[in-house]
């Protein structure tokens, strides 16, 4: 007797690998063949999906054209379906396997963007939290920086790319063709900080040693290990900048060991 | 089976038996500015579980009208259990919109921890009925309600269901007391697709059971082989056969919160109003002849 979850099994092969041969069995025809049944719902769920990686890979979408994009989300939905039933989630790997795809390695920068429109994407759905209110500057000055540490806005991504990405990003949206053409794609790699403001996404261009300094932070490690990793940083203008942009919820000081984040002060 | 007591709770601001429309992104900021006349509003759940933007228009817009969160994403019918991280995310949307209404589908869209983003059909079976039952147990638990459960549209039947749709969906009302979410255009569509009597489906359900109705356009299909299949995209007006199925409902349950949904070539609002205004015609005459009845 098949079991729901062998028939489960069955069809999620039939929709995501394209191998009807097992699910086929288990429809009846009733005057339509069980293979054109099982279609209706597989256009459905490709549909679906590629339209929840238009949604969140935007830039992609405009830079390689509907036809291009939809050949390449259906090979990657494949490889890579949902893991859940939260499609804003859906897919951080799409960069990964751009950055892989033969067909792509005509747009050397399309990865970078993908990253890009990635990090816009989760910062337009992180979690709401409140940002360190920036009067608590005040207590941090007073109170032994440099063994601080940060816990991050859940909106905040750090995106490195080998091309201006964040130009591109934004001629393409805009679709401004003459920022486009103005663009030097070789002028050296660009260091990103991208989250969420009152208005929507906003993505900063920062030096090399801000962004090592601003990885630190968010990786939790203290400002003086960040201001050590950074090199040449003005760490108390660039901490100033963040806190004031609500880049970090919560700070903490290191007691040699372990930690414990707190709350905002107010 | 969920307990009594939380099965009567009453929800803050309840779901008048009036007509409502299904609120999507590009009519967010339309609703929140000029406050159209409808009855309450109903969103996709799966749609309001991050931060930012979209999750504020509606906290915005719900101050002014009564809510149902209608999920899409749950899997009721999955064989390996709920995916417990989802749950979670929706009792904590549930949690912030405070709806009135909380549903979900007879279907499921996990298998093997892949989503399949669709609404899948069930075979009809025992171990199916006592599967999906066991889930909405567990849901009902945690969400500490009762929730709606709405009939699928579908494309294909499998060899080896046995019950009959209308007869496995109140089972699972009588068995969990949930109730049933009526989608007249769903029950239209597969009794077209499949050959069955939609009027002897909408006879088969439990009045006291069905706590929402839904209304969408669906398209009809015609396949290489000439036959017509009807596909429920949601993407036209209410057609005229489940239009007069709808009046045949009515005249079953009395007056329900009946929403209209579109999700494909979403209109302006101003037709999905007018759609509303179609149905709240066909309430209101329900709900004459119901004042009829109990004069006499």
Redesign the interface.
Known sequence: ?????E???D??RA??ARDDAAAV????A???A?A???A??RN??VA??TT?LRLSYPAVHRLVGAAFFESAAQLFLTAQ????????DYAPGFADFLAGFAPAAAIPYLAGVARLDWAVNR???????DGLDPASLAAIATAGEPRLRFVPH??VGLVRAEHPVDAIWRAVLAQDDAAMAAIELDAGPVFLLVR?AAN?PAVTRLTPAAWQFTVSLCDGRTLQDAIATAGEVDAAAMLAEHLINGVFTAFAFDEGGGWQPMETLR | MLPPSTATRLERGPIPARAGIGLRFPHHRVVAETRPDVAWLEVHTENYLGGGATPAWLDAIRRDYPISCHGVGLSLGTAEGLDRDHLARIGRAVERFAPALVSEHLSWSVAGGQYLADLLPLPLTEEALAVVCRNVDETQEFLRRRILIENPSSYLRYRHSVIPEWEFLAAVAARTGCGILCDVNNIYVSAQNHGWDASAYLAALPPAAIGEIHLAGHAVRRLDDGSVLRIDDHGSRVAPAVWMLYAEALDRFGPVPTLIEWDTDIPPLATLLDEVRSAQALLDRCGRKAGHADAA
Do not use: F, K, N
């Open positions: 007797m098949l079991t729901l979850h028939l489960q099994r069809v999620a929709l995501i069995m288990h429809v009846a009733d005057g339509l069980p054109a049944r099982l209706v719902y459905t769920v679906g999906l929840a379906p949902p893991r859940g039933a939260c499609l804003d910062a337009l759905h992180a979690p709401d939290a859940p909106s969420r929507g």
